[in-house]
Structures are given as C-alpha cells and as structure tokens.
Nanobody, 126 residues
Framework: QVQLVESGGGLMQAGGSLRLSCAAS????????MGWFRQAPGKEREFLAA??????????YYADSVKGRSTISRDDGKNTVYLQMNSLKPEDTAVYYC?????????????????WGKGTLVTVYS
C-alpha cells in the first residue's frame, strides 16, 4: 500500500509560480508512474501531468491546459514527485492531488491510477 502526501499549496498571486511536492511511502516508488491532478469546486478531477518510471523511459505527459508552463519531475532517491507551475492564473485554484499507478499509458483519467494523496489546496488571487 502506497501512501502519498502532498505539500506546497497555499495562497499565491497570479503570475507567480508554485512547486508542489508529493512524498511517497509504503511501496517501491521507482516501480510506479506518478501523476498530478487537480479538482476545482464543482468540477471533475482534471489530469495535469504524469511521468513514467525510468524503465518505461521516464516519459512525461501534460494536459493542454498546463503544457508549456508546468514541469513534472521525480526523485526516486527521495521517493518524491514534484510539480512546478508558472504563470499562475486564478483559474488554477483547486485542490491538487498526487497519484501513483502502473506504467500503463492510461494516464489521462483518474481510473488509471491506484493510489491518491489527500490533496493540497492552491488558491490563486489576482
């Protein structure tokens, strides 16, 4: 059983940047693909980014909504995955979730992931 704990959320100004972290425990981190989702009030959980494990090439995938201003990265030595997001907008306000799952290629929907953190709230003000 993998436990995931996100951190780095908070109140942020539009135009600024955030760096979220997700620490994993209880499993072999390097076996998993890692991903980030977010969920705004009244909306469905939205895929943001994913990175496969090294044996699957360490490939990255991004949603169009964040492509070009976001970077996912992982540190297998620290069992941690990060999400860097720049040029923040008020519409980026959401709870941000970390996820772990198989390197299946099914990254774009929540059903492709096995483990979830409890989320960290990001509020962007203008």
């Amino acid at each position: 059983q993998v436990q995931l704990v996100e951190s780095g959320g908070g109140l942020m100004q539009a135009g600024g940047s955030l760096r979220l972290s997700c620490a994993a425990s209880g499993g072999t981190f390097s076996n998993y693909a890692m991903g980030w989702f977010r969920q705004a009030p009244g909306k469905e959980r939205e895929f943001l980014a994913a990175e496969t494990n090294r044996w699957s090439g360490g490939r990255t995938y991004y949603a169009d909504s964040v492509k070009g201003r976001s970077t996912i990265s992982r540190d297998d030595g620290k069992n941690t995955v990060y999400l860097q997001m720049n040029s923040l907008k008020p519409e980026d306000t959401a709870v941000y979730y970390c996820a772990a799952g198989p390197n299946s290629g099914l990254y774009y929907g929540p059903q492709g992931w096995d483990y979830w953190g409890k989320g960290t709230l990001v509020t962007v003000y203008s």
